[in-house]
């Protein structure tokens, strides 16, 4: 049984450019959550998704920003036009519950923004 | 909003229990309490997670006392390998009835030859 599945590893833009970050979550697990996490700091929640519903996405910036999960494939983490602060690890978690904090985590995408 | 405090970071020796401490004074009546760890690099793993008193698995315990506004992650006997961030985590509630999660600052553990 696969883990939560996120890719790519790594990935390198310049300003301006676009960022996807795409996340699979565990079989049978229908809620997503993304943080973003900046070196030697905490884990900072940006969106909970459910399948083809935003369900809370105060953590995220209002512009440029966006996530996705659809009805069927991978949940998106889009970020537009990328500036050097945008550089970070971008986790993503997923449950098949939506009470329960036990989250599993993928192995995060490291975003550089030259 | 729920919101976790934790020491900040703590050191210990190896073949020590550790015991770290987190604050919960808000959580959610029908909440649970998760611990994860952290490896730089890598993503949080689940360690436990409780509700109430006390649990126990393979690699650690969970104390939760009556009121459950702390909890007590307890590590038997560490070792090097247990040098890591350790975050409790508890929900936020929603009006949809479901829960974010927010992680606190974390405690960065580090264990001593």
């Known amino acids: 049984n696969a883990g939560v599945m996120q890719n790519p590893r790594h990935l390198v833009r310049r300003r301006g450019q676009e960022a996807r970050l795409r996340c699979s979550p565990m079989?049978?697990?229908?809620?997503v959550y993304w943080y973003r996490q900046l070196p030697e700091e905490g884990l900072k929640f940006m969106v909970y998704?459910?399948?083809?519903?935003?369900?809370?996405e105060s953590g995220m910036p209002k512009e440029r920003f966006s996530a996705e999960f659809p009805k069927e494939g991978p949940s998106i983490l889009r970020i537009q036009q990328v500036v050097r602060g945008d550089s970070a690890a971008y986790f993503c978690?997923?449950?098949?519950?939506?009470?329960?904090?036990?989250?599993?985590f993928g192995s995060g995408t490291q975003l550089s923004v030259l | 909003l729920a919101k976790t405090t934790q020491p900040i970071s703590m050191d210990s020796y190896e073949g020590q229990e550790v015991n770290i401490t987190c604050s919960h004074n808000?959580?959610?009546?029908?909440?649970?309490i998760t611990w994860y760890q952290q490896f730089p690099s890598q993503g949080p793993r689940f360690i436990i997670q409780?509700?109430?008193t006390k649990v126990t698995n393979e690699v650690a315990s969970l104390f939760i006392p009556a009121d459950r506004k702390s909890s007590t992650l307890s590590l038997p006997r560490v070792s090097l390998s247990d040098t890591a961030v350790y975050y409790c985590?508890?929900?936020?509630?929603?009006?949809?009835?479901?829960?974010?999660?927010?992680f606190g600052t974390g405690t960065r553990l580090k264990v001593l030859a």
């Open positions: 998704l459910q399948k083809e519903n935003i369900i809370d």
């Open positions: 409780g509700y109430k």
């Open positions: 985590l508890v929900g936020d509630p929603l009006e949809s009835g479901t829960y974010k999660y927010i």
């Open positions: 978690a997923s449950s098949d519950t939506a009470t329960n904090e036990k989250l599993f």
């Open positions: 079989k049978g697990h229908s809620h």
């Open positions: 808000n959580i959610a009546t029908n909440d649970y």
